[in-house]
C-alpha cells in the first residue's frame, strides 16, 4: 500500500527494530507498508554496521539469550536470571510517584550513545530525511542525541514498559510514543514523558490477520473460531446478541478443526512445553480431534528437536512444525496459521496483543518483568488464562472448551484490546489527514 500526500508524493518512514529475540521486529513487521522499500531496518545487524556497534549489540543479546535458557536449571538458573532482571524490572505502579529517576540500566545506555554508539546509523536515515519508527528504545535514544532532523517515534512493545523506555531527561525530550494500552500509556506519563508526546494507537497488528479498518477477514474468522470453540453452544445460547451484534450469523460449521498454536520465543527456552502438549494430546490427535502446531521461529535445532521427537508418534501430520528460513517468512507463515488457529498458548510476550484478533491466549510462565506484567495485564482484560500442568492436556483444556470458557475470552479480546494500531500509527506517522485515532 502506497500512501500519499495530495501532490501525489510518496510518503514513507524509516522503520527500525532490533532482532533481541522476535518481539520487536515482529511489531515493526506490521509497518512495512510505510517503509522504505518496504524494508525493516535491524539496527543491531545492518548492512555495514560497523564493527565497535556490532559488537555492543551483540554483547546484549547472547547474554539475554544465554540467561533466558539457564533460566530453566533449577536454583542457580532462576537467581542468576533475577539478577539480570533487577537491572530492567518494572516497578509497582501503586503507589502513582515521579518514577522520573535515572537508573542504572538508562545511564550505561546513554554512556554509550554519548561515545557515538549508532552515529553511523542516524547519518544512513539523513540521506534520505524521513520520519523513524523504532519498535526498540535505544535507536530512538541514538537519533535524538544525534539531533535527527525529522521526527521520531517509538512503538511499546508490551503492556507495561520498564524506565529505559523513557529519554534521560523525558520532559525536554521530543521522542513521540505509540502506546498499545493504558497501562503502557499512563507508565510513561509516571516516567515524566509528556503527555502530549504520548499517543494511544493500540498495538499494530497485522493487516492480514485483520483485513481494512472495517476488519473484515478478522470477523470472519472470528465466527469460524467461536464454532469450534464453543461446540456445545453454552456461551453462544447465553451472548448470542452480543456475538450477533459485532458479527453476525456464525456458520454451522467451522472452516476447519480446532487447532492450537503453541509459540516458542526467540531464546527456545520452554521448548519442553510443546513436547508435553503433544504427548498429552496424541490420543485427540490421532482421532482427528484436534491439530497441534509448534511455532519455532527461525531456529533451526529447534524445527529439528521436534521433528526427532514427534516422528515416532504416528500423527498423520496433524502435528505441524512452523518455521521459516528468514524473518520475514517466519513472520508470513506465522500470520496465515493464525487465521486457522483457535488458541494461542504462549509466554506473555509481544503476542498478548495478538488476543485482540479474537484468539484465546493460555500463558505460558513469563520470563522477565515485563511479561509479568503483561500476564497481568491479559488476566485484566479477561481474554487469556494461565496454563495448568501440560502433561495434563487432554483434560483441563477440553473441560475448557465445552464449558465455553475459551469461546468467552476469545470474544473479550476481541471486545476490549484495541486491533486498528497499524493503521493509527500508518496515519499519524505520515501525516495522512483526517487522522483520527481509532481503537
Known amino acids: 500500500m502506497e500512501i500519499k500526500d495530495k501532490n501525489n508524493i510518496e510518503k514513507k518512514a524509516w522503520v527500525v527494530a532490533a532482532n533481541m529475540g522476535y518481539g520487536h521486529q515482529r511489531t515493526a513487521y506490521p509497518l512495512r507498508d510505510m517503509a522504505f522499500n518496504g524494508e525493516i531496518i535491524n539496527a543491531n545487524s545492518y548492512d555495514g554496521i560497523p564493527k565497535k556497534d556490532k559488537k555492543i549489540w551483540e554483547t ?5 539469550e544465554f540467561i533466558s535458557r539457564f533460566k ?11 539478577i539480570l532482571d533487577k537491572f530492567q524490572r518494572i516497578l509497582n505502579y501503586y503507589p502513582k510517584r515521579d518514577l522520573s529517576g535515572i537508573n542504572f540500566s538508562l545511564r550505561s545506555t546513554f554512556s554509550l550513545v554519548k561515545r557515538k554508539w549508532g552515529k553511523d546509523l542516524i547519518e544512513k536515515f539523513e540521506k534520505k530525511s524521513a520520519p523513524i519508527v523504532s519498535t526498540f528504545f535505544t535507536p530512538a535514544f541514538m537519533a535524538e542525541e544525534a539531533k535527527y532532523s525529522n521526527s521520531i517515534y517509538c512503538v511499546i512493545c508490551d503492556a507495561d514498559v520498564a524506565r529505559t523506555w523513557a529519554s534521560l531527561y523525558p520532559k525536554s525530550s521530543e521522542i ?23 499517543f494511544l494507537s493500540g498495538y499494530p497488528l497485522p493487516k492480514e490477520n485483520i483485513g481494512t479498518e472495517k476488519m473484515e477477514i478478522l470477523k470472519e474468522d472470528l465466527r469460524n473460531r467461536l464454532v469450534n470453540l464453543d ?18 450469523q456464525l456458520p454451522e460449521k467451522s472452516d476447519h478443526p480446532l487447532t492450537i498454536l503453541f509459540s516458542i520465543g526467540g531464546a527456545g527456552a520452554q521448548k519442553d512445553i510443546g513436547l508435553k502438549i503433544i504427548n498429552s494430546l496424541k490420543e485427540k ?20 528437536y521436534y521433528i526427532d521427537n514427534v516422528k515416532g508418534l504416528e500423527l498423520d501430520g496433524w502435528v505441524h512444525i512452523l518455521s521459516g528460513k528468514t524473518m520475514e517468512e517466519y513472520f508470513d507463515n506465522f500470520n496465515l496459521a493464525l487465521r486457522k488457529t483457535d488458541i494461542l498458548w504462549t509466554k506473555p510476550s509481544e503476542l498478548s496483543f495478538y488476543s485482540g484478533l479474537g484468539i484465546p491466549i493460555i500463558i505460558a510462565p513469563p520470563i522477565g518483568s515485563q511479561e509479568n506484567f503483561n500476564k497481568r495485564w491479559l488476566l485484566h482484560v479477561g481474554s487469556a488464562t494461565p496454563q495448568e500442568d501440560p502433561k495434563y492436556t487432554d483434560q483441563w483444556l477440553f473441560d475448557l472448551i465445552y464449558a465455553g470458557d ?3 475470552l476469545a470474544m473479550q479480546g476481541f471486545v476490549e484490546i484495541p486491533k486498528l494500531g497499524t493503521f493509527n500509527i500508518e496515519k499519524k506517522v505520515l501525516r495522512v489527514e483526517p487522522f483520527t485515532i481509532k481503537i
Open 285 to 304: 490427535i490421532k482421532a482427528k480431534m484436534v491439530r497441534v502446531i509448534i511455532s519455532v521461529g527461525i531456529k533451526e535445532d529447534l524445527r529439528q
Open 72 to 82: 530453566g536449571i533449577p536454583y542457580v538458573g532462576n537467581i542468576m536470571f533475577l
Open 406 to 408: 475459551l469461546a468467552e
Open 176 to 198: 513521540k510514543y505509540f502506546a498499545p494500552c493504558t497501562w503502557a500509556r499512563d507508565r510513561l506519563i509516571l516516567y515524566g514523558v509528556l503527555t502530549q508526546n504520548i
Open 231 to 248: 461446540p456445545l453452544h453454552r456461551y453462544r445460547k447465553m451472548y448470542q446478541p452480543l456475538i450477533k451484534g459485532y458479527l453476525g
Open 60 to 64: 546484549t543479546r547472547v547474554f539475554y
